[in-house]
């Protein structure tokens, strides 16, 4: 008798939240949609504009475009490669102290993650003294 009182009160709760998650009001959906759709318009705009004052300012849509990129990896460059050496550092100190095949992996990856990280900083500075002065 229990596991039916039990069995019956799961279905109704079920079917409750179900009814009340499809009850929501269709103006307030299309106004989450519209508010996010003008979010996506603007970042987009936003990003066209970005890249045409590069494209002004290089005086090339090609140098433009590709001081556009590179600016766009020295920024996300900053975390992934955090986390990339944080993840090292956890394989290196962490789990390395039990499994020494690990050990190796986790000095490898900070190496590579450090590497990167410098590479993907300094070469937008590259490519601008590049253009600058080898350009002509």
């Known amino acids: 008798m229990k596991k039916k009182i039990i069995i019956v ?11 009340t998650a499809t009850t929501v009001n269709a103006e307030e959906e299309r106004a989450i949609d519209e508010r996010t759709e003008s979010k996506i318009v603007e970042l987009k705009e936003n990003a066209a504009s970005s890249l045409e004052d590069y494209k002004a300012k ?3 849509d090609v140098y433009g475009t590709v001081a556009y990129i590179l600016n766009i990896v020295r920024i996300y460059s900053i975390p992934i490669g955090f986390l990339g050496i944080a993840i090292g550092a956890i394989h290196q100190y962490v789990i390395g102290v039990r499994k020494l095949d690990t050990l190796e992996k986790g000095m490898a990856l900070i190496v ?3 590497t990167l990280l410098i590479i993907c900083q300094v070469l937008p500075l ?3 003294a590049f253009v600058k002065f080898g350009r002509g």
């Open 9 to 19: 009160t799961i279905i109704m709760l079920i079917i409750g939240i179900f009814l």
């Open 112 to 114: 590579t993650c450090v």
């Open 126 to 128: 590259a490519f601008a």
């Open 58 to 60: 290089y005086g090339s």
